[in-house]
């Protein structure tokens, strides 16, 4: 939290630096104005034509001044997302909410593991990773998050964050200018209907003409304002007209080409910020080079060509004002951007989101880079392909460091567990514990452990299901279902299973037999994990394969009248048992 604390303070002088230079060139801007009137005035009285080269020289400062403003603007807004970026990490780190992003919209009830272990949502983990600031980005990180990576490709990932984690500025810079002008699914959507509309196309034969009749304007007109030629000033005005005409024949067209574009150029011109960090930052891993790869696309490097995008865009803009449309008689303006926007869109359309893919990833690298940053004590698995899954210590990593109790646990003399506990024991939260890490390790980040050696496999999980109204199906037709995913999974490939306290939604015998059936069915699919459950006689199924499954459990002691739970994992069954007790303590019964 310190390391925010300092780069916040840091920040913050910038800004003060910034502030103080933004209203000192607002001064000389104001300054350079007022001058200029004044000179204005004299010059048009008699005798003052010498004052052009100082109203000349007024007017080249002012613009000048103008574009030195816009820059601070634009530091200044940098720094102020710079500043409440790392004010809330700090708010963060302290426990005072979470002021990101939940991924609530990629909550899928059915999915192998996601819902069960609470990856989506209010106080998810997504929730708590989530450091992106595009929509790339944030939908990148969802998609990693449920996305198994090859042995080799895990390897490469934790090098591609080991690499980013210590770049800390260079992080939440490319976080920060995403933030200036947020994106969001609308612009997004209409960037890429943009992008894969089909072309505008204007005959050659309009911007020919166009261009020549924009040169007979500017000739004529110079020739009648300096000799009043009569036959100047009709020509200046017949070529007035035709550029109209021209740019009312194609303004259906540009008009089309602005429909739904509000504010899109503005965030292109992040992005090409953004890519432009990218494109400069120099890498050593082989994931974020290629990622670098992907960004150079002929002479011009990316984001080179989307803020050309973004400046073409922004054109555009003005063609429904009053002024720009009479400006265009003298200059085909639009017309000849409308043209090179086709242009663009032809030579640029099979690379747009290629570019803004590597947007995306980086974000989500970055993201787990932060994750990282913020527990230095976690480790990189080790990896295996021996079917070994061991760590020392794992815990929850969304349990406090002061709060969390971790275990130790081995799966290779036993491939299977079969965990009892009382209720609020920790059964289930240890079961996350090893899905989330499990997970973790197979997106190439870091775990909450102090150390690792996994075979990465499939997590499939069945602990957390609901009713389906809609599809009328009950609780326990849809455990019933998962159940049948999960066999069937297994028959494909191994898989790493968590199992809580099955069959919930039928009868004791039929429970207890039902769960001992699927333990079997577990042990002759070679499966590896764990299941949890309340019911003691399904313990002894162990006894049926002592190579293969093992009972562990988490006790419970009542001291002093009260609940006490370790959370330790220990072998053996669970003997202690609290509901009752809890009952009786609480007037229940």
């Given amino acids: 939290m310190e390391e925010y604390e300092e780069i916040f303070s840091r920040h913050t002088k910038v800004l003060e630096d910034l502030n103080k230079k933004y209203n000192l060139i607002s001064g000389v801007r ?3 104005a007022l001058v200029f009137a004044i000179n204005l005035y004299f010059y048009t009285q008699p005798g003052n034509a010498f004052l052009i080269i100082p109203l000349i020289v007024l007017a080249v400062a002012f613009l000048l001044a103008v574009r030195v403003h816009q820059n601070v603007s634009w530091k200044k807004r940098l720094k102020k997302a710079l500043l409440q970026l790392n004010s809330d990490e700090i708010n963060y780190l302290k426990g005072n909410g979470i002021p990101y992003e939940n991924g609530s919209e990629f909550i899928n009830t059915k999915h192998s593991y996601s819902y069960d272990l609470d990856f989506f949502g209010e106080h998810s983990f997504f929730h708590n990773l989530n450091r992106t600031s595009t929509r790339m980005g944030k939908h990148q990180l969802a998609s990693s998050l449920l996305t198994f990576l090859s042995s080799e490709e895990i390897l490469k990932t934790q090098r591609a964050i080991q690499e980013l984690e210590p770049k800390i500025d260079w992080r939440q810079e490319v976080t920060a200018l995403g933030k200036i002008k947020p994106d969001s699914e609308e612009s997004y959507t209409a960037l890429k ?7 505008n196309n204007i005959p050659k034969a309009i911007i020919t003409v166009s261009y020549i009749n924009s040169i007979l304007l500017l000739i004529s007109g110079l020739v009648y304002l300096n000799t009043s030629f009569e036959i100047a000033g009709n020509i200046t005005f017949l070529s007035f007209l035709i550029n109209m005409v021209l740019v009312g024949s194609q303004a259906k067209k540009i008009q089309a080409e602005i429909v739904d574009s509000s504010e899109v150029d503005k965030i292109l011109k992040q992005y090409s910020f953004i890519l432009e ?21 002929g002479n011009q490097a990316a984001s080179g060509k989307i803020e050309q995008l973004s400046g073409l865009f922004a054109r555009m803009d003005h ?4 002024l720009a449309g009479i400006a265009n008689g003298f200059f085909p303006f639009h017309l000849l951007t409308l043209h090179s926007l086709v242009k663009w869109r032809k030579e640029n359309a099979n690379h747009v989101f290629k570019w803004l893919d590597v947007i995306g990833k980086v974000e989500a690298l970055s993201s787990l880079a932060n994750f990282a940053h913020n527990n230095p004590s976690y480790s990189y698995p080790s990896l295996n392909k021996n079917q070994e899954i061991s760590f020392r210590e794992i815990g929850h990593p969304l349990i406090e460091n002061k709060n969390r109790v971790n275990n130790d646990i081995t799966f290779n003399s036993h491939s299977f567990f079969i965990l009892t506990g009382s209720n609020m024991s920790g059964k289930s939260t240890f079961l996350r514990t090893l899905g989330i890490n499990m997970v ?7 775990v909450c452990a102090t150390e690792a050696n ?3 496999l499939p997590v499939l999980v069945s602990m957390r299901l609901s009713d389906s109204l809609n599809e009328n199906e009950s609780y326990f037709f849809a455990e019933v279902k998962r159940l049948k995913r999960i066999m069937k999974s297994l028959e494909n490939e191994k898989g790493f299973v968590l199992l809580d306290e099955i069959l919930r939604g039928t009868n004791s015998d039929d429970k207890r037999t039902g769960t001992i059936e699927v333990i079997r069915n577990m042990v002759e699919k070679k499966a590896i994990g764990i299941i949890a459950t309340h019911d003691l006689e399904v313990c002894k199924t162990a006894e049926e394969f002592p190579d293969i499954l093992e009972n562990q459990c988490f006790e419970v002691e009542i001291v002093d009248n009260e609940l006490v739970f370790d959370y330790t994992l220990r072998k053996g069954i669970c003997r ?8 009786e303590k609480m007037g229940v019964i």
């Fill in 454 to 456: 996994v075979h990465p």
């Fill in 440 to 446: 973790l390790t197979a997106i190439g980040a870091p």
């Fill in 30 to 32: 104001l300054l350079f």
């Fill in 193 to 199: 209907k943009w992008v894969f509309k089909t072309s």
């Fill in 319 to 322: 063609f429904q004002n009053l």
């Fill in 277 to 297: 960090r990218i494109e400069e930052e120099p890498f050593e891993s082989s994931t974020l080079e290629d990622l670098k790869k992907e960004l150079q696309t």
């Fill in 576 to 583: 202690n048992k609290s509901a009752t007790f809890l009952m």
